[in-house]
C-alpha cells in the first residue's frame, strides 16, 4: 500500500547525513603503495552513499510497483489507501511491518558489506605497513 | 516472478560492473544499487506474502505470472532509464558537454 515510504524516508535521512559529511570530511590518510598507485581508505560518506543508492533505487521501483497496482495515484491524496479510515489503518500496519522490514534488511546487507570492505581495507593496508 | 526478474537484472549488472572494475566509466555500480536495493525489498515482500499464503505462493495461476513477469520488465526498464539519466547528467566521459559546446572550425 505504502510501504516504500520507509525505505524512502530512510533514504532522505542517510542522503543529508553523507551530503554534510562529504562537506565536512578531512582528507583521509593516503598510503603509496608503488610510485603509480595509492590505497586509500574509502572514506564514510561513499559507504553511506552504496546504502542511499540501494534505499532510492529499491524505493524508486517498489514506488512504480504501488502505481501499477494502482495504490498509488498522480491526484490528491495520491494514495488510495487514504481514502477510508478502514485502509488507512491497514496501510499504516504494512508500513510498520514491510516497510519497517524492508529498510532494515537493506540496512543490514549494507552494513554487512560495509564490514567486508573496512575488513579488507585494513588488511591491505596491514601488509602494506609490513612491507613497509 | 518481479522478484526473479530483478534478481537476475541484479546479478547481471554486477557482472557487468565486476568485468570493468576497478574502472567505472559507465557509472554501472550505480545500476547495481538500483536492482540490489529493490532485490532486497521485492525480497521481504515475498516473505510477507509467503506467510500468508504459505505453499500457494509457490503456484501463481498463470495469468498474475505473466502480469508479473511484465511488470518485472517495466521494473527492468525503469532502472535503466533512471541510470541512464545519471549517466547523462553526470557525464564521465564529458560527451555531452563536447557535443554541445563543440567549437566550430
Not at chain 1, 510501504?3 to 530512510?10: A, G, M
Not at chain 1, 512504480?64 to 495515484?73: A, C, D, Q, Y
Not at chain 1, 510498520?96 to 579488507?120: P, Q
Request: aromatic share 12%.
Amino acid at each position: 500500500m505504502a510501504c516504500f515510504l520507509v525505505p524512502v524516508t530512510e533514504a532522505v535521512v542517510t542522503t543529508i547525513v553523507g551530503k554534510t559529511m562529504k562537506a565536512n570530511e578531512e582528507k583521509q590518510d593516503t598510503f603509496n603503495i608503488k610510485e603509480a598507485e595509492a590505497v586509500e581508505r574509502i572514506p564514510f560518506s561513499r559507504k553511506l552513499n552504496w546504502l542511499s543508492n540501494m534505499l532510492w533505487g529499491g524505493s524508486a521501483l517498489l514506488a512504480f510497483e504501488h502505481i501499477w497496482h494502482g495504490e498509488v495515484v498522480p491526484w490528491f491524496p495520491f494514495l488510495t489507501a487514504a481514502g477510508s479510515p478502514a485502509d488507512m489503518v491497514e496501510m499504516f500496519q504494512e508500513m510498520a511491518t514491510a516497510g519497517i522490514a524492508m529498510a532494515g534488511v537493506v540496512t543490514l546487507v549494507w552494513l554487512g558489506i560495509v564490514a567486508v570492505v573496512s575488513g579488507t581495507e585494513k588488511k591491505v593496508l596491514r601488509s602494506w605497513k609490513s612491507e613497509k | 516472478m518481479t522478484l526473479l526478474t530483478t534478481v537476475f537484472a541484479a546479478i547481471i549488472s554486477t557482472i557487468i560492473w565486476y568485468k570493468n572494475a576497478p574502472e567505472d566509466e559507465m557509472k554501472i555500480g550505480i545500476l547495481c544499487w538500483i536492482y540490489w536495493g529493490a532485490s532486497l525489498m521485492w525480497l521481504v515482500d515475498a516473505i510477507f506474502e509467503y506467510v500468508e499464503l504459505q505453499a500457494a505462493f509457490f503456484t501463481p495461476a498463470p495469468y498474475d505470472m505473466l502480469n508479473d513477469l511484465y511488470l518485472g520488465l517495466s521494473v527492468v526498464a525503469l532502472g535503466m532509464v533512471i541510470w541512464l539519466v545519471i549517466l547523462l547528467i553526470q557525464d564521465p566521459k564529458g560527451v555531452i558537454k563536447k557535443s554541445l559546446f563543440q567549437k566550430k572550425d
